[in-house]
């Protein structure tokens, strides 16, 4: 007797020979054996395990929090276009270097800067009511469990970049400088907690070939930059 139904299929023959290849099978290439046959056809493969390997760079983004941290409060900082900004690191000094540096209204005098920790520095607080600044870098390096990590920031290279209200706190400073009209007078000794006291200088206009110093806080009512990047680098990468 005849059975009805189709025929059983036979094992290690090719069931897909003969269908033309512009039509899709339910057997994908290289489908491991014993796959089901109703895997669907490209699945990706060799996608790495969720096992210890996935757990280890679970960890390691993790431990990149506080570097990623840093880069986004530097960018908030600095890529504010002309409005008020602010940048600071707290514990850690931050470079600042360009090619030429020209501004007005300068004035120098030594105080303390305090960070809220606790730290405390002495730093010469250099204010500008202008300046403009070319070829600008910043860099902050930044302790990290994985390491020491370098924010950078680069901008001005084609148009200064120009800030107003600029107050800079810094602890070392460089540079060929040129003075205009500059008054320097001595301010003798501090009351308490007024800071190191010491001096005074006033210049109408500066201007500073290949600046170089390194600050601990820096703000500024308008900050507007050109061509601005930003970059996140391993180990020590600083502008100097």
Do not use: Y
Request: with cysteine; charged share 20%.
């Amino acid at each position: 007797m005849s059975r009805c139904g189709p025929a059983p299929l036979q094992h290690g023959v090719d069931h897909t020979k003969g269908i033309p290849k512009d039509i899709l099978t339910n057997a994908p290439e290289n489908a491991p054996a014993g796959a089901p046959s109703d895997t669907p056809a490209g699945t990706p493969t060799g996608l790495p395990p969720t096992g210890r390997a996935g757990r280890r760079w679970g960890r390691f983004w993790l431990l990149m929090a506080p570097a990623a941290a840093s880069v986004a409060a530097l960018t908030a900082a600095v890529a504010q276009g002309a409005v008020a900004a602010s940048v600071a690191a707290s514990g850690e000094s931050f470079k600042v270097s360009g090619d030429r540096l020209a501004g007005s209204g300068f004035t120098a005098v030594p105080g303390v800067n305090s960070e809220p920790g606790g730290g405390r520095h002495p730093v010469v607080r250099v204010t500008a009511r202008e300046a403009e600044l070319e070829n600008l870098c910043v860099s902050v390096l930044v302790p990290t469990p994985v390491g020491e990590m370098t924010v950078r920031v680069r901008a001005g290279t084609t148009q200064p970049v120009r800030a107003t209200g600029l107050s800079v706190d810094a602890d070392h400073v460089r540079g060929s400088v040129n003075f205009t009209d500059v008054t320097a007078q001595a301010l003798g000794r501090p009351s308490a907690g007024q800071g190191p006291g010491g001096f005074l200088a006033r210049t109408a206009r500066v201007v500073v070939r290949e600046p170089k110093f390194t600050g601990w806080r820096g703000t500024a009512g308008s900050f507007e930059l050109r061509d601005l990047s930003l970059r996140l680098v391993p180990g020590a990468a600083e502008c100097f």
